[in-house]
């Protein structure tokens, strides 16, 4: 192959290294905790590269271990090896710049135009790194921890529910990747440490990875190898895309999994699992999904015990007709599931080794799953695995992605995990946010939380609607507003203690279901006057009736993410990072590109302050125009949470469904928002197969130029027309309507 003068150079820049020292400089070698190590400076894309220190024994390095959070294992040559270093040794790496200097061992990162950007140190004594913190909010670092900006909080990379303030800020999954809104990223691979970021300077201080069983003392850390990726750009949507070059893609979950979830703890009988989805279907409340907990963490779930694999018979005593039925009433089914192993590796395709405990190997465990899973489960929820590392959670979120193919290969699967780690995007991971209590704290707190979770690259996450634990706070108010704001997070699930009080009819009986909160210090739950609130069903089919509606939009964002891998719930840094009051706003975000969430989470409240980022927004409700770059007031009832629509954005609204495969006579509405000109790209496939990886999908690529009001339809490149041949439209602008027909052929639509 012969490459023009512009391939060479590319060429060049991504992977030859110019060492420049300066002539009187002395070297020094390179030594991290009294060993050898040698420095690898390593290209990975045009806004990335990679940092490696590698121990040295009898002059031959001892290469750093691979593990499945990253892609693969190298990107290429290392543009410098240095066991020496001098002063001001640059090795150019991409379109950025690593100057490299001794005494200390010290790394200066420069963008394309020579500015400094990042300095990281390396502690020759301990392998700890230091790097500068900056005066822009730092962010993602995985879910949980202090929130919403990192500056001025110490984290030790905890994982599970006791990582850090389980009742208000969630369960902890910890990921290394930290993101500056001022354009840089670190992703620290290994070793595993801590991070402090309450100085000008920043440290990442190695530390054994654990978890340790309680009483018993951590073995040292292990400093080398050092192994850190870093991203350099003033574009946020590259910095989230050089993430998922690193870690993988999000998979493309079932449409099913973003309908309603309904859970249940405590079941009385067979009956009742069956009248719960007829009462949702008599009712009109939309509704996909039944989740059935598992006995031990209540006193009668779908199995015999936690662990366990028989089906509790006083509930299901036959529970493939059971499935059956709810099938019937279209209705999916997925089953709570505990893991009591401390370890897990290997894949669904490794033998199984009858030395080892069958949990810790994903074969032998899968086989426990499977008679279970062919009695037409549709989906699992992982439970606990607290004590599990980084690589065995890894290892679990994969089981539960690859696994069900073996049986079902061209059906995606449905995992709701409570821990993970990075990559895990990669196994179609849900995740939801663990045993919180039911507080405004909480509920405030879960807005940034959500934030924070999608800038590390996991799009599918939720909660439990209104809290795990009840408490006194937990009233008919406090449960419509949390359940608002779970309409706008990819997982919309209800869950907790006192569970019927989780169903949107139970408002009104005056009866709460079973009592489980005994052994929680600060439960309570709602006064009897609260158990008879008419107001809450209603309000609840208003937000279920939306969320249906909008399934086209949140679609179409979620085949974004998985090709992008920006977020669905964003920070609207991801939009407006010129915009320095929006980009420190932690309490809303964006859902998709162009609706801004504003959840209300104070007690009473009658208003709620929202900051417009700069352009023209249109309130959801009202229509109402503002001019943004500036905090507004707006109103708020009971059923009201705020919602805004950037101008130029193409909303597209399906008709009301009871479930996401319905087949509903009614146009597609798509809302025009007017001002600027925009566009969308409107995703669809069958929701449940492999087969849009062979072309089996439909995109159509919406434009609407303001000037001419005119837009424009065609059929996205590498698209197909999907059944039905023929979608009928009926397109919103400004109080105008106008029906049309989309036929596969390019159309307009004047106004």
Same mark, same amino acid.
């Given at each position: ?645 950037? =101008?130029?954005?193409?909303?597209? &609204?399906? #008709?009301? *469904?009871?479930?996401?495969?319905? /087949? %509903?006579? !009614?146009?597609? +509405? ?45 059929? =996205?490149?590498?698209?197909?027309? &999907?059944? #039905?041949? *023929?979608?009928?439209?009926?397109? /919103? %602008?400004? !109080?105008?309507? +106008? ?13």
């Amino acid at each position: 192959m012969v490459l023009n003068r512009r391939q060479l150079l590319k060429r060049a820049a991504l992977g030859a290294a110019i060492v420049a020292p300066r002539a009187s400089a002395q070297s020094a070698a390179v030594r991290i905790a009294g060993r050898d190590a040698e420095l690898r400076i390593s290209p990975v894309s045009a806004h990335t590269f990679r940092i490696s220190l590698l121990e040295v024994i009898n002059g031959t390095e001892v290469p750093s271990t691979f593990d499945d959070s990253l892609v693969q294992q190298s990107w290429g040559a290392p543009a410098a090896k240095l066991r020496t270093v001098a002063r001001a040794q640059t090795v150019r790496v991409g379109e950025l710049r690593a100057v490299v200097d001794a005494d200390p061992l010290s790394i200066t990162i420069q963008n394309s135009q020579g500015a400094t950007v990042q300095k990281l140190r390396i502690d020759s004594a301990t392998g700890g790194v230091s790097f500068t913190t900056g005066d822009s909010p730092l962010l993602a670092l995985g879910e949980g921890g202090p929130q919403f900006d990192r500056r001025g909080s110490t984290d030790r990379m905890r994982s599970g529910q006791g990582g850090y303030q389980l009742r208000t800020h969630g369960g902890r999954v910890p990921i290394p990747w930290i993101v500056s809104t001022s354009g840089w990223a670190l992703f620290f691979r290994q070793p595993f440490g801590t991070f402090d970021f309450t100085g000008v300077e920043s440290k990442f201080i190695p530390a054994a990875p654990g978890p340790f069983p309680q009483g018993t003392t951590p073995p040292p850390a292990q400093p080398l190898p050092l192994d850190i990726f870093v991203v350099v750009s003033k574009d946020p949507a590259t910095i989230m895309a050089e993430y998922a070059r690193l870690t993988g893609k999000p998979e493309l979950a079932p449409l099913w999994s973003f309908g309603y979830q309904q859970s249940h703890r405590t079941l009385a009988s067979r009956e009742e699992i069956i009248q719960e989805a007829k009462t949702f279907r008599e009712k009109k409340l939309p509704c996909d999904t039944m989740i059935y907990l598992g006995t031990g963490f209540c006193p009668s779930g779908w199995n015999t015990n936690n662990g366990e694999w028989g089906f509790n018979t006083k509930v299901f005593p036959d529970p493939k007709q059971v499935f059956d039925e709810l099938h019937a009433q279209n209705m999916k089914v997925a089953l709570h599931v505990v893991i009591r192993a401390r370890s897990m590796a290997g894949t669904v395709r490794d033998a199984c080794d009858p030395a080892r405990p069958a949990e810790e190997q994903p074969s032998c465990y899968w086989n426990i799953h499977r008679p279970v899973f062919n009695l037409g489960v549709d989906g699992w929820w992982p439970d606990e695995g607290d004590p599990l590392n980084a690589a065995s959670r890894l290892a679990r979120n994969r089981m539960y992605w690859e696994a069900p193919q073996l049986d079902r290969p061209n059906e995606r699967p449905f995992a709701l995990h409570r821990n993970g780690s990075a990559g895990m995007q990669r196994f179609g991971s849900f995740l939801w946010s663990g045993d919180v209590y039911s507080t405004w704290e909480t509920l405030k707190v879960h807005v940034p939380v959500a934030i924070n979770t999608g800038l590390t690259g996991i799009p599918y996450w939720g909660t439990d609607i209104a809290g795990f634990v009840p408490t006194k706070e937990f009233t008919a108010e406090f449960y419509l507003r949390w359940f608002q704001f779970a309409a706008f997070c990819p997982l919309f699930r209800a869950h907790g203690r006192n569970w019927k009080l989780r169903l949107p009819w139970q408002w009104t009986t005056g009866d709460t279901g079973p009592i489980e909160v005994a052994n929680y210090s600060g439960a309570g739950g709602p006064t009897a006057d609260d158990l008879h609130n008419p107001a809450v069903e209603p309000i609840c089919r208003k937000y279920l009736e939306l969320r249906y509606r909008m399934l086209p939009y949140l679609y179409s964002a979620v085949r974004e993410s998985t090709q992008t891998g920006l977020p669905i719930m964003r920070a609207m840094w991801l939009h407006y990072p010129d915009d320095a009051t929006a980009v420190a706003r932690g309490d809303q975000y964006l859902w998709g590109r162009d609706v801004l969430v504003a959840p209300v989470v104070e007690q009473g409240a009658t208003t709620r302050r929202v900051y417009l980022p700069k352009g023209v927004w249109y309130d959801f409700w009202t229509n109402e125009k503002h001019e943004g770059g500036r905090e507004i007031t707006r109103p708020v009832d009971l059923e009201t949470m705020p919602l805004f629509v950037r =101008a130029g954005a193409i909303l597209p &609204l399906g #008709p009301v *469904k009871q479930y996401v495969d319905e /087949k %509903v006579d !009614g146009p597609l +509405e798509l809302r025009v928002y007017p001002g600027v000109d925009g566009s969308f790209l409107l995703y669809e496939d069958d929701g449940k197969s492999f087969n849009y990886r062979k072309g089996e999908w439909m995109g159509i690529d919406m434009r609407w130029n303001d000037r001419t009001r005119v837009l424009s339809l065609r059929l =996205a490149q590498g698209s197909k027309m &999907l059944a #039905p041949a *023929k979608r009928n439209l009926e397109v /919103k %602008v400004a !109080g105008q309507t +106008e029906a049309a027909m989309f036929e596969g052929r390019p159309l307009e639509v004047r106004f």
